[in-house]
């Protein structure tokens, strides 16, 4: 059985419970779940933890489930929240990716599955997680667009993209790097490792896309280094600052569905239910 809180959003494929949920006018999630399923079923819960208020439907849903005695499972949040916040950089932050593990934790999953994690700080946290590299939503794109050198954009995505080469082949991988002031945010001093691509195309690889300007800066500096076509894909796809500057430097753009449905003639989605989890 299988509880899907976001009903846009279904990467696993089961028979499904039914529900209706809603926010008070304060502010507080809600959820009436219909009883009327087999409850020596295991259920696996799935979400799209954008928000705190997704966390604490998440919350509710457990709570109204455990009332009725049923036997929860697993739960699949691909995108696990505040995965960036994996460390203190300042005094007066929080440790944010914390905070929602210790939550999560909380509720007693059997098992927690993401696609792509940030970093290792949050299987580390997270009780029973299970992390789903992102081999074969890189392998899928391949397959559309053809041969082309992978990118890592930065130190923190080396270890990961080296892994991807390997489980795909051993396809070359070009290093590049960048620095960032931890008050401002501002973005400085890329660099690619390569004296020249010889005009071949070249996909940059990376679990998220916020703002985006991590990669327009590394497109300029791939171009001045003979890149080809640039194709850009992150398995967790927030594009705050939309597309259009994006679309300035990349023949085309690939996300998953982990954080929300979106729509642009230079993006393709794959479905995380396309084969991505298994």
Do not use: W
């Amino acid at each position: 059985m299988v509880l899907h809180l976001d009903k846009n959003f279904k990467p696993v494929s089961a028979k499904e419970i039914e529900y209706e949920s809603f926010t008070f006018s304060g502010g507080e999630p809600h959820i009436k779940i219909n009883p009327d399923f087999d409850k020596s079923e295991a259920v696996t819960i799935t979400h799209r933890l954008n928000s705190f208020n997704d966390l604490g439907l998440l919350c509710v849903a457990v709570d109204a489930l455990k009332r009725m005695q049923a036997q929860i499972l697993d739960l699949v949040i691909p995108y696990f929240p505040a995965a960036r916040q994996d460390r203190v950089m300042v005094q007066g932050e929080a440790l944010s990716v914390k905070v929602y593990a210790d939550i999560i934790n909380s509720l007693g999953f059997k098992k927690v599955v993401v696609f792509d994690a940030h970093s290792e700080v949050t299987p580390a946290l997270v009780h029973n997680c299970q992390v789903v590299p992102n081999y074969e939503f890189i392998r899928q794109i391949i397959d559309k667009i053809g041969n082309v050198k992978l990118i890592s954009p930065d130190g923190g995505a080396l270890k990961k993209i080296y892994k991807v080469s390997e489980a795909l082949g051993g396809i070359e991988v070009v290093e590049c790097s960048k620095s960032r002031n931890v008050k401002t945010g501002q973005l400085l001093n890329f660099k690619v490792y390569a004296d020249d691509l010889a005009g071949e195309n070249c996909l940059i690889v990376d679990d998220i896309c916020d703002g985006g300007g991590t990669f327009i800066g590394l497109a300029q500096e791939l171009k001045k280094k003979n890149a080809g076509k640039l194709y850009l894909a992150v398995s967790h796809g927030i594009f705050s600052k939309g597309f259009t500057e994006l679309a300035q430097h990349f023949e085309h753009i690939f996300t998953t569905d982990s954080i929300k449905e979106l729509n642009d003639s230079c993006l393709t989605q794959i479905q995380l239910n396309h084969g991505l989890l298994s």
